[in-house]
């Protein structure tokens, strides 16, 4: 089925541990988005990438990096996990500008992140 | 970023009509009203956009206030599958893309 998929959809880590959260889309979407969640609350931009190439700072991104890897593939790493990192962290995309009248999002289901 | 402000809860009954209501008094002209709604366990997904005239889609109507300072979501039979988390947002747009800037939304509770 044609949407976002991320990888993994749990995970626990251990305080300084590493790891590379992934997302796919294949919709031909050109930016993509990664978002966490913390309990009762909104979601926040961490990073985002308006096309291939090109990566920018949302609201909340210290502590992650991230990499456009090509069309497709948008990856969100944390180098260095703190517990204050412990979120449900989602992806997305969207549809290139001036395609018909929609400018939907679409998520993925999410990576449910723990760090103790 | 201009803001919304919602309600944090409301309630209604199955196959009632809903409205949700959202209010963005610094809405700037060339803002996109956007709604999204969350299921539970679930990510985001989108519901409706609009500008200035009022739209309708196979999920919801979105009624846009006449100064755009304030937007209603309307579902016009509640089922239980409707109750999620109702995000109204302004579509921001930055130096590469647009993004989206969630706030805390609307937890609509559906009572059978």
């Known amino acids: 089925n044609a949407g976002v998929t991320q990888t993994p959809k749990f995970q626990v880590l251990k305080t300084g541990q590493s790891m590379t959260l992934q997302c796919a889309q294949d919709?031909?979407?050109?930016?993509m988005y990664w978002y966490r969640q913390d309990p009762g609350m909104g979601l926040r931009l961490i990073y985002y990438?308006?096309?291939?190439?090109?990566?920018d700072k949302g609201e909340v991104p210290n502590g992650y990096n991230v990499s456009r890897l090509n069309k497709r593939e948008f990856s969100l790493r944390l180098e260095s996990a703190a517990p204050s990192q412990t979120s449900v962290y989602f992806c997305?995309?969207?549809?290139?500008?001036?395609?018909?009248?929609?400018?939907?999002?679409?998520f993925g289901s999410g990576t449910r992140l723990t760090v103790v | 970023d201009a803001k919304t402000t919602q309600p944090n809860s409301m309630e209604s009954n199955e196959e009632e009509p809903v409205h949700l209501p959202c209010n963005h008094s610094?809405?700037?002209?060339?803002?996109?009203i956007h709604w999204y709604r969350q299921l539970p366990s679930q990510g985001p997904e989108y519901v409706i956009h609009?500008?200035?005239s009022n739209v309708n889609n196979r999920m919801a109507s979105l009624a846009i206030a006449e100064d755009r300072k304030s937007s209603t979501l309307i579902l016009h039979r509640a089922t239980l599958r409707d109750a999620a988390v109702y995000y109204c947002?302004?579509?921001?747009?930055?130096?590469?893309?647009?993004?989206?800037?969630f706030g805390e939304g609307t937890q609509l509770t559906v009572n059978p």
């Open positions: 919709m031909n979407h050109n930016s």
């Open positions: 610094t809405i700037s002209g060339t803002d996109y």
């Open positions: 990438s308006a096309s291939e190439g090109t990566t």
């Open positions: 997305a995309s969207r549809e290139p500008l001036g395609t018909a009248n929609n400018y939907g999002y679409t």
């Open positions: 947002i302004l579509r921001d747009k930055g130096t590469s893309g647009s993004r989206l800037t």
């Open positions: 609009g500008l200035t």
